[in-house]
């Protein structure tokens, strides 16, 4: 066969060395003839047969197939392990049911717990189960406006679960399970971040205060601290300063409300007063000035907060409606109506009622000695024989009874007999002492913060910074 006619490829090539081996044989015609068809089969069955080089080319294709197929998945570091955990995640995803979403109420003014279910979707059968079966059960039925309800159905449209949000603080959950419904509360805690302000009084407290941007009840706080050594009403005077480090409370990131003074400083005509909030080993908790004596006095100064004096104790006033010379026992506060009126000590209420003269009034028995009487109330928040503690609200401001206007009148009696408030307090017994054995502690737990109220009054805010968290300081 010449080279022209010859097939090409390496199956051609492979038959025609096996067509130049075979042997020369002698043979009759008939023998010849069934000689060659013999070897024309034996050619025809290696012409069809696969070569090496077609058995490379087919590996050779299926090794880029699969190359090609990994270099479009992401790389990852597969082990028999990870190839079987992501095997059984895949299983188990496509076994689970889909998530259920929570569908929330906000409780509004007027709304009944069977009221919110039935919004939801959902009866009074599943609000009994949920209160009788669980030990929280009976904290669902106080509600109040503006709390949420989230309610959360099953698969054939059931209730599952209900989370009852009490405050950004507190939710509790109530999920059905086999044997019925349990509950689970979740408290959170805020992150306390200490920071500082100061601020110089040119007409007020309270405007000193939110200009220092501390917030109305830090404000009142601040006042309550040093109620029983400076009237708030009478005391302060332009120049006056106040110095304090507190701490803000956050939650998400975001502040949440006001926590506590850690130590503040009242520099009030020239002279300054120091507080240090302390607990002591018992675990209480108060108000101590550097000398470890209690800030909180036997009686406050003033009953009420942030007004101004109309009168003074005076026994020899001209009445302002009976026109007529009357002893004025009292201290006068003029307020507008509905300012809180705080009970000056602990106590005991022995009267509370309406006459002509007093209109609404209030009488508190402050043990053997001592009783304060507050007049002219707008309302009583108090009854008789109702035990009160210093600094609660007893009522409001009004102008009931003989009065021209809307005051507190308040009086202060010793043993009987009247006395000026303002000045009384100097005749009272001595506020309560840390134990001596104590006082080590006290202040060690207190230097940090008398460092810092010292760094703010000679106006080193640089220290201060160093020392509290600069972000959130006030100034």
Do not use: C
């Not at 199956?11 to 000689?35: E, G």
């Not at 089969?41 to 077609?54: K, W």
């Not at 006459?355 to 109330?377: D, P, R």
């Amino acid at each position: 066969m010449s080279a022209a006619k010859r097939s090409r490829g390496a199956t051609a090539l492979r038959s025609d060395q096996m067509q130049m081996q075979l042997p020369q044989l002698n043979l009759p015609h008939k023998r010849m003839l069934a000689a060659a068809a013999i070897i024309a089969f034996i050619a025809i069955a290696f012409i069809s047969m696969p070569s090496d080089n077609d058995d490379d080319a087919s590996t050779r294709g299926e090794l880029e197939a699969q190359a090609r197929t990994t270099e479009s998945q992401p790389t990852t570091d597969a082990t028999p392990d990870s190839i079987a955990d992501s095997s059984s995640r895949q299983r188990l995803a496509a076994t689970q049911p889909p998530q259920q979403l929570w569908a929330a109420q906000t409780v509004k003014s007027g709304d009944s717990l069977s009221l919110i279910f039935k919004r939801a979707g959902y009866n009074d059968r599943d609000l009994h189960q949920i209160i009788s079966q669980t030990s929280d059960g009976k904290s669902l039925g106080r509600i109040f406006p503006g709390q949420t309800i989230a309610f959360q159905a099953d698969e054939s449209g059931g209730l599952a679960a209900v989370r009852h949000v009490k405050s950004p603080l507190e939710t509790v959950t109530y999920r059905r399970g086999v044997s019925g419904f349990d509950s689970q509360v979740q408290i959170r805690s805020p992150e306390a971040r200490e920071t500082w302000a100061a601020g110089e009084i040119t007409s007020s407290l309270f405007m000193a205060g939110q200009e220092a941007g501390l917030s109305q009840k830090m404000i009142m706080e601040l006042a309550n601290i040093f109620g029983g050594v400076i009237d708030f009403v009478q005391d302060p005077r332009k120049g006056d300063t106040i110095h304090l480090v507190y701490e803000d409370l956050y939650l998400d990131g975001e502040k949440y409300k006001d926590g506590d003074i850690i130590a503040a400083s009242f520099t009030n005509q020239g002279k300054t007063f120091n507080a240090f909030r302390y607990t002591e080993a018992n675990g209480d908790t108060s108000y101590y000035n550097e000398q470890g004596v209690s800030m909180r006095k036997a009686f406050l100064l003033a009953p009420v907060d942030f007004t101004r004096i109309s009168s003074n104790f005076n026994p020899r006033r001209l009445h302002p409606i009976y026109k007529t010379s009357r002893p004025h026992r009292g201290t006068d506060y003029a307020a507008s109506t509905g300012t809180p009126v705080f009970a000056a000590g602990d106590g005991r209420v022995y009267k509370a009622g309406y006459s002509k003269a007093n209109g609404n009034y209030v009488f508190i028995q402050h043990g053997e000695q001592y009783v304060t009487k507050y007049l002219h109330l707008h309302k009583r928040k108090v009854k008789k024989g109702q035990r009160v503690s210093q600094s609660q609200v007893i009522g409001t401001v009004g102008s009931t009874g003989a009065a021209t206007g809307p005051h507190l009148h308040y009086e202060f009696l010793m043993n009987g007999v009247h006395r000026n408030p303002r000045t009384i307090h100097k005749k009272l017994p001595k506020a309560k002492s840390l134990p001596a054995a104590e006082m080590a502690r006290f202040q060690q737990m207190t230097n940090k913060a008398s460092t810092q109220l010292a760094a703010l009054r000679s106006d080193n805010r640089l220290a201060m910074a160093d020392s509290t968290h600069p972000a959130t300081a006030a100034h």
